[in-house]
Structures are given as structure tokens and as C-alpha cells.
């Protein structure tokens, strides 16, 4: 402007403004590029979405909808080739899904008549008709993109303390700047011109645009990494401090192993074994506990056509199995030993039913180690994690299971309350993670520093977790932390070399040796460094 006033040549910068500005823009517009390719995983997710859904109409005619005008309990027709339009119940058909989307596994899965499906699945081969069990926010897809982006947005500890660096930051320079200008100007000597221009390049050389970039890139993209691995994180906090868990803390059944039980023994104590049989099935039908799903597909066939009396309650005590009371007065009581012990001495079995104090049955089941339950274990013990095992089973059978894992530390025949207690002490000691599936766990994910929960898991305990494992896989779980040891490392270097770039810069555009032209490019390329450092997240490799 001075020298525009004074029509003096010399102190004409219309172009180094020009550059400043250009080159500002080009670092903003390589920022928005990059932190979209971070978003890349929900865009994804989000094109999954149907637009349409056929719906079959009382005449029985099929008619297309747009998405939004379907609601719970319509019937839908699904077909080759299609997408899922929503969550529900095959009532007929059956077919082999794509569910890669959601899981992470290319291997398709068989679907038929009872079984859910879920929205924006593929069909690849077959058809079936579904009844709609959820709509908009409530499905599963909508539920994953709403927690990756929570996740993405919710700052972390470290972003926390950048921004209040940043907060700090900013003034201090705005003084180095003035002082620049005052000692080059009053002590230095500089001519007014140079000295306010080595100001200005203060100024802009210092723009702490990277130290705000430095975490949520790297989160973004750690986030949208484990997303596409099938594994969802409920909020960007979450990654930090997984990565510095020093406790694992693991559930038996359904976590350690398959929860897909089948019935080893039973032993009857009346001479109505199948009407026993059928009120096991029809009481355990009440239940979401894996020994309890099992149980009813096992014994689906062999009580199809008995009666049994209609159940006027039917609770489930946590940790303990069932209290139920029928039309005709019997109360019921189906479980563990510690909810029978008042009727019966005999303490070697999985289950027992009584009715009126009168031992009907014993029950013993049988369970299969979970694929890769082993390795995972070794992995943490290796990396010099404490590994635990905290169990509502027998003591005898989380002992048998502890020492075919290489476990020292266990504990059996936990109540939930119990559970809890123990998590307290773990926690308090060093941050836990607690791995498990069941209603019963809900409590103790809530409390660990972490909650990990598989998919099959009860829906209390996947909302009680702060990490879901989509595919069912525990292997998942040693990605989980790696990826979070990955993205903490990213931001580490982010922050440095953010950090030693201002350190070095401001020094030298103090002294003259940096005008604002090149200052804006450094400053634009500084940005695009840790970027980029962010964006390698995506193909750093997992040990």
C-alpha cells in the first residue's frame, strides 16, 4: 500500500500477496483432498445404501418403494444381484451373501429362513422374501457410519493437548513477531521496509495449521482403516488409549470359544424326558446367552409337537440362568449350580433344572476352542501384556481352558457384580481391556478402560463396547491394536515434525533470510507433509 501511495516501484508486492495467497490455497485445497480420502471409508459404506426396496403388497403384488417409505414389518422381496435394502427376517428363501461390507470376509454366508440379514448386503446367488426389522437411523449400516464418524470427530488426549499448545502458540509468535520487527528496526538498524517484511514472514512461516492437522488426519484415517478391517471404534479417544492398554482381560464362552455348543450329556430324573426336554426349550428360548441359542436349536427337532404349560414369567438373573413360573403354579428354575444348590449336592454338572424343588435334569455341554484364540494370546503375552481369564463358568473348566491358552491368571464361577469387582482392581492398577459377548459382560465392558466385544455378541454388550469385532474374528483384535499403535506413532510424527519445522523456520525468517513468498510455500508444504505422513496409514504394514 506504501508503495502503491508513493508510486515507488521498489515496494511493490502485489505479487508476492498473489503467491501468498495461491499458495495458501493450494496447500487448503491438497488438505480438503486429503482429508476426504480419509473420509473415503464412510463415502463407501454410505453408496452401499439402496435407494429402492420392492415391497409385497397384501394382494401380493411386488411394488417398488424409495428406502424411505418403508417401515418396520413390511415384507420385502430381495433378489440376485441386489443389495439388501434393510435389516430383517428371511421369512422364505434362501441365498449366499456378500457381507464383506460389514465384516471384512469375502466368504460368502448362507442365509435362509429365521436367519437376519443386513442392510446393504449383496445377494450373490438365491433370493428370499424378508420381513423389515429396522429403518433409517436403527440399522446396522447407518449405526456403523454414525459411530465411525463420532470417532472421527471426538478428539483425543493428544489432539486435546495440541490445540492448547496451538492456543499458545499463536501469541507467542505474534510477540516474536513484533520483536523482530523492534530489534531489527531500533537496535539492527534494518531499513523499516526490511524490517516490517521479516515480521510478516514471522508470521506467515509460523502458521500452526499443521500442529491442527497433525492428529485428526492420522485419526481419520485410522478410523477408516479399521472400518474397512470389520472392525468399528466408538470414538477417535478410543484409538490412544487402546494403543497403551497394559491388561487383557477375556471371557470364556462366546469369546475364547466359538459359543456354539453341543449337548454332551443329559442325565433325566423323571420318566417324562421329552416333556422335560420341551420346557428346557421353551424356557431357554427366553434367553440370548450362547449355551441358552444352542440349546434351542438343538433340541428344536425332538420337542417340535410336545406341549408344555404357558409361562406366566420368565426372568433371567445375570451370571446364574432362569426363574419362570406357569399358568399352573410349577416355578422353574434353569441354570448354574450356585441358582440350585438349595436342591441338589451334586456340583459337576453345566445346568440344572428344578421344578417345585425337585431336580428334573442335568446338563452338560461342549464347547470348541475359537480359531486363532491361541495365537492371540501368545501376541499379548509376547508384547509384554498381562493376559487374564475372568469367567461365569466352573472353576475346573476355565482352569482346563487357561492352561490350553498358556494362561497363569484366571478366575472361574463369576458373578457379574464379582466381575466388576475385579475389573475395578485391574483398572486401577494400569488401563484393561475387556474382551467379551454376553449380557453378563455389559457391566464390566462399561467399566474396563476399553470394552471389546465380538458381533455376535448380545446388543447390550456391543453398545456397553467401545470396540466392535464385525467379523466374529478374535484375530481382529490383535489388528485392532496394532492399528492403534500405528495411528498413535502417525501423530507422534506428525506433532514433531510440525514442532521442528517452526523451530527451524522462525529463526531464519526472523533473520531476513526468508521472505513471505517462500515463507508460504514452506508453511504449505509443511502442511502437506503431515498429511501425507497421515495418509500412509493406509498402507503401513500390520506385523
Known sequence: MIGTIQNNHNYIFYETAATIITLVLVGNWLERRAVAQT????????KLQSEKARRIMPSGAIVTFDLKEIKVGDTLQVNEGEAVPLDGIILEGIAYLDESMLTGESELVTK?????VVGASVVKQGNFVMNVTAVGRQTVLQSIIDLVKNAQQEKPDIQRLADKISAIFVPVVVSISLLTFGVAYFIVGLAFQQALMNSIAVLVISCPCAMGLATPTAVMVGVGRMARNG???RGGQTLETFAGIQNFVFDKTGTLTTGKFQIKSIQHFTNQPTQTLAIIHALEQKSAHPIAQSLVSALEDQVANIAVPSFLSITEIKGEGLKAEDTLGNRYLLGAYRLVREYTLDAEHQLYLVRNEELLATLDMADEMRVGAKEVIQFFQKAQKNVMLLSGDRQAKVQEMAQALGISSFEGEQLPEQKLKQLEKYVQAS???????????????????????LSQASKV???????????????????AYQISKLTLKTI?????????????A?????????????????????????????IRLNWKRIR
Do not use: C, R
Open 39 to 46: 473420509t473415503s471409508a464412510i463415502d463407501e459404506l454410505s
Open 112 to 116: 435362509q429362513k429365521g436367519d437376519t
Open 231 to 233: 472392525i468399528l471404534v
Open 431 to 453: 488401563p484393561t481391556a475387556m474382551i467379551g459377548d454376553g449380557i453378563n459382560d455389559a457391566p464390566a465392558l462399561a467399566k474396563a478402560t476399553i470394552g471389546v466385544s
Open 461 to 479: 454388550a456391543i453398545q456397553a463396547a467401545q470396540i466392535v469385532l464385525l467379523n466374529g474374528k478374535l484375530s481382529s483384535l490383535v489388528n
Open 492 to 504: 507422534h510424527q506428525n506433532l514433531f515434525w510440525a514442532f521442528a519445522y517452526n523451530i527451524v
Open 506 to 534: 522462525i529463526p531464519i525468517a526472523a533473520m531476513g533470510m526468508l521472505n513471505p513468498m517462500w515463507g508460504a510455500l514452506f508453511m504449505a508444504f509443511s502442511d502437506v507433509v503431515v498429511i501425507g505422513n497421515s
